[in-house]
Each structure stands twice: as structure tokens, then as C-alpha cells.
């Protein structure tokens, strides 16, 4: 088979990473049209990757693009339009999370995926292709810890980041929806089991405007499973060190930690400050090699005819558990997960 063409739709800060991987270090793939509403990511395509195929409409790419492909990185709103435009139109689909922002669009989307069965289409949760990530699934499998029960994860922004995060607060659904939707996708993968009820907390202890927009700073939430798993997130918007992503694996006979002090690397700094270990610094350096793998196993399905293991099924999932846990958050009720 020719390369897959891509054209690639939102050239923001992770458009510009995954456009960058097609362009470039994807085998099997090119980077042939490109789509941002921002004419500035328009001249980085035409300058840095050498895209001359350039819009500013998502239909009109749709329409005029040489393309097979569509990769979908723009603003979460739009995802769910773009990719039932895209299928409709014959194209296979990467789309990044969130599927969409409320669970009846999500639904919709499923529906499109569901009338173009010979379509390839896959969803952005990179993490599940992060090799520490793939490397406990790989052990759970092989029986190493038992039989999992419980999954402990840890999601915090860092401090440094907390002028953009005031400035989205207010439409980016909130916490829960925004910052634990990888995390709720990864208790789902590890216990293999859906949650039927979550409980959820949350306040702000040093940025006040976070109450005042209706959000968290931090939160907290505890998920009961149906075959009687547990699931705890913390997550939140201001880690003094840097991108912290934790994730406890507990079971029957054992626990996997990935990323206990999310360090930057392997080297330690010797200084008057003590030993150092820096903090990795945000999602593109932490998931650098997820977002690589991610976009080449999409481009592996659409060449091979196979389908992908992260489903149109596992936004909407995930999308539900997080509105449930926002519910709960906003009622101090118990919610269940319907
Ligand atoms: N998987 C992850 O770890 C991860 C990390 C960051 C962002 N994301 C997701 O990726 C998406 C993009 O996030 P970002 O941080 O790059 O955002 P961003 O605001 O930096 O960029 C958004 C891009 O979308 C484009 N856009 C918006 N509406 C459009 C439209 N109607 N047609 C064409 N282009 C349009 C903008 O021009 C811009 O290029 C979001 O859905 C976000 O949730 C995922």
C-alpha cells in the first residue's frame, strides 16, 4: 500500500507534536493537508513541515484535501462534528480525547463509527501506548501481581501552568472532565471492569479562582467496580515539582508503580541543595513516545485492515464516569454511573 495521506485538523500544542510525528517519523504516513483556524499554525505547517495544502475550514479540507486520513487535534468541542464530517466523507480517523464534552454527542459519534464499519477509527488515549504503561498491562497479563484490585493514580498539572489553566477553567468542563479522563480510562484497562458509583471532593487551597469559576484547584475521587475493584484519583492543577502522573497497580499478589517521582531522566545532581532528581516538565515530554506509538498503530490499522484497541466505546465510557464523578463533586452526593 502508497502512504497513508493525513491531513491533520488543530495545529495547537499537540497538534503541532502529532503533525510533526506524520511529517516526519511515521513510516507509512505523510503529512499531505493541514487545517487551523489560526493563520499563524498555518505558516509553522508551510515553513517547519513543508505542507503547502493548507485550510482554514475543516470541510473544505474534508472536500479539496488528497487525503485518506483526517487526525482531529483540534479544540475538544469540535471533535465529534469533525469526525462524523470525516467518516462521511470516506476519510479513516485519529481523533484526540475527550471523544466529546457530553455523553449524548459521544453517543452520536458512536453511531457514525458504527455506519462506516470499514473504516479505521481510533481515539487519542496515548497513555495506554506509553511503554512504563504497556509494560505493567504486560505484567498484569502474566499474572505478576494476581488478580487486580485496585488502581491508585495521580494527575497533577504543574504550578507553572496555572495561568493557562485559570484562563480554560471556565469551558473546560471542569477537573474531572478535563484532567482524570486518562486516568479513568487507565482504571477501566487495568481492572477491565466498568465502576458502577463514585464519590468525588474537591476545593482550592492556594488559587481561590478556581472555586469562584465553579471548578477545583484539586480533587479527589473514589470509584467502586462492578466486580468489586476500586479505583482513587487524585488530581489537580498545581504540583509545586513539575508533571506529576502517577499510577498504583495493586493486586492479589503484588503492585506495579509507574512513576512514583516522575523524573526527568535517570541522572541525579549532586549540589549544595542535596541529591536532585528533576520533575519532568509537562505532557509533551512525559508522553513523547506514547504520542509516536499512538499515531503509528492508527496508521498500522488503516494499512493492515485491522481495528484498534482503544474504541469509539472507551471515549463515551470514559466520558460518562467523568460527568458522573463532576456530579458527585458538585452534589457531595454519592452518584451512580448509569
Ligand atoms: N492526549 C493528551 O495528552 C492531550 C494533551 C493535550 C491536549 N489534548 C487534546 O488535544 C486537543 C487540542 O488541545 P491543544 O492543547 O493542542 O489545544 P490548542 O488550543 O493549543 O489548539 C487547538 C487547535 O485547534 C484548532 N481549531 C479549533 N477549532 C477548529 C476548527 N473548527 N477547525 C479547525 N481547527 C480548529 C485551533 O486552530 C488550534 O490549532 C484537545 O481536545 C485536548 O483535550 C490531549
Known amino acids: 500500500m502508497e502512504n497513508l495521506k493525513i491531513g491533520i485538523a488543530g495545529l495547537g500544542r499537540l497538534g503541532k507534536i502529532h503533525a510533526k510525528n506524520i511529517a516526519f517519523r511515521i513510516p507509512g504516513a505523510c503529512l499531505t493537508a493541514a487545517c487551523s ?20 475550514d475543516f470541510d473544505d479540507m474534508l472536500a479539496k484535501a488528497d487525503i485518506d486520513a483526517v487526525a482531529i487535534v483540534t479544540t475538544s468541542g469540535v471533535h465529534c462534528e469533525q469526525l462524523s464530517k470525516a467518516l462521511a466523507a470516506g476519510k479513516h480517523v485519529f481523533c484526540e480525547k475527550p471523544l466529546g464534552v457530553n455523553v449524548e454527542e459521544c453517543l452520536e459519534a458512536e453511531k457514525a463509527v458504527a455506519d462506516h464499519p470499514d473504516l479505521v477509527f481510533m481515539l487519542g488515549f496515548m497513555r495506554r501506548f506509553d511503554p512504563s504503561y504497556v509494560y505493567a498491562m504486560e505484567k498484569i497479563k502474566a499474572g505478576e501481581i494476581g488478580e487486580p484490585y485496585l488502581v491508585k493514580a495521580v494527575g497533577v498539572d504543574p504550578v507553572k501552568s496555572v495561568e493557562g489553566a485559570l484562563r480554560f477553567a471556565a469551558t473546560s468542563g471542569g ?9 479513568i480510562d487507565l482504571m477501566r484497562w ?10 468525588a471532593i474537591g476545593s482550592s487551597y492556594g488559587f481561590p479562582q478556581f472555586a469562584e469559576l465553579g471548578d477545583a484547584e484539586a480533587g479527589c475521587a473514589l470509584f467502586h467496580f462492578k466486580k468489586g475493584g476500586m479505583g482513587i484519583v487524585h488530581t489537580g492543577r498545581t504540583a509545586a515539582h513539575g508533571y506529576h ?8 499478589k503484588g503492585s506495579i508503580r509507574i512513576s512514583p517521582i516522575p523524573e526527568k531522566n535517570l541522572a541525579l545532581l549532586y549540589n549544595e541543595h542535596g541529591v536532585v532528581t ?27 485492515g485491522r481495528k484498534p484497541d482503544v474504541l469509539v466505546q472507551d471515549g463515551t465510557a470514559s ?9 458527585s463533586f458538585k452534589t457531595g452526593k454519592l452518584v451512580e454511573i448509569k
Not at 489560526?38 to 503547502?52: S, Y
Not at 477537573?175 to 486516568?183: E, G, R, S, V
Not at 487495568?190 to 464519590?199: A, C, G, H, M, Q
Open 37 to 56: 483556524i489560526v493563520p499563524a499554525e498555518l505558516d509553522f505547517a508551510k515553513n517547519e513541515l513543508g505542507v503547502t495544502d493548507l485550510y482554514t
Open 175 to 183: 477537573l474531572f472532565i478535563d484532567m482524570a479522563i486518562h486516568d
Open 190 to 199: 487495568f481492572l477491565n471492569d466498568e465502576p458502577e458509583t463514585v464519590y
Open 245 to 252: 502522573i502517577e499510577t498504583e497497580i495493586v493486586g492479589t
Open 278 to 304: 528533576e520533575c519532568v516538565e509537562a505532557f509533551p515530554e512525559r508522553f513523547a513516545e506514547a504520542y509516536l506509538a499512538e499515531v503509528a498503530e492508527f496508521v498500522d490499522c488503516v494499512r493492515t
Open 319 to 327: 466520558t460518562r464516569i467523568a460527568f458522573a464523578a463532576t456530579e
